[in-house]
């Protein structure tokens, strides 16, 4: 399997959210109130990044897309390794994952 196609599955693997979902938990204060940098967070921006993704036909899809898509396929990977014990429907662990496009309650 060539490079590209290994990271439209690993993204494609992450990523179960829709375009749609995604953009109605980014427009949430729950989004807006998790991760990390100045204004904007790094996670938010993220995710408006993936819709366009989302939205973007796979032929269409160009170096940086797919730089972005091996970036939010590492970090679903790396975050859903650290759950928390218990039920983690309201937790930042969860937001933060839904902001890169990967609802974990959806697993």
Same mark, same amino acid.
């Given at each position: 399997? $060539?490079? @590209?196609?290994?990271?439209?599955?690993?993204?494609? &693997?992450?990523?179960?959210?829709?375009?749609? @979902? /995604?953009? @109605?938990? #980014?427009?949430?204060?729950? +989004?807006?109130?998790?991760?990390? !940098?100045?204004?904007? *967070?790094?996670?938010?921006? +993220?995710?408006?990044?993936?819709?366009?993704? #989302?939205?973007?036909?796979?032929? $269409?899809?160009?170096?940086?897309?797919?730089?972005?898509?091996?970036?939010?396929?590492?970090?679903?990977?790396?975050? +859903?390794?650290?759950?928390?014990? !218990? &039920?983690?429907? !309201?937790?930042?662990?969860?937001? *933060? /994952?839904?902001?890169?496009?990967? $609802?974990?309650?959806? &697993?």
């Amino acid at each position: 399997m $060539d490079e @590209e196609k290994d990271v439209e599955q690993r993204f494609s &693997d992450a990523v179960n959210m829709t375009p749609k @979902e /995604l953009e @109605e938990w #980014l427009a949430t204060d729950e +989004s807006q109130s998790v991760g990390v !940098g100045e204004g904007e *967070s790094v996670g938010h921006h +993220s995710g408006r990044r993936i819709v366009e993704i #989302l939205r973007t036909r796979k032929a $269409d899809r160009t170096d940086e897309d797919h730089e972005h898509m091996r970036k939010v396929a590492g970090y679903v990977a790396r975050h +859903s390794k650290q759950r928390p014990d !218990g &039920d983690v429907t !309201g937790t930042r662990w969860r937001y *933060s /994952l839904m902001n890169w496009g990967h $609802d974990p309650l959806k &697993d």
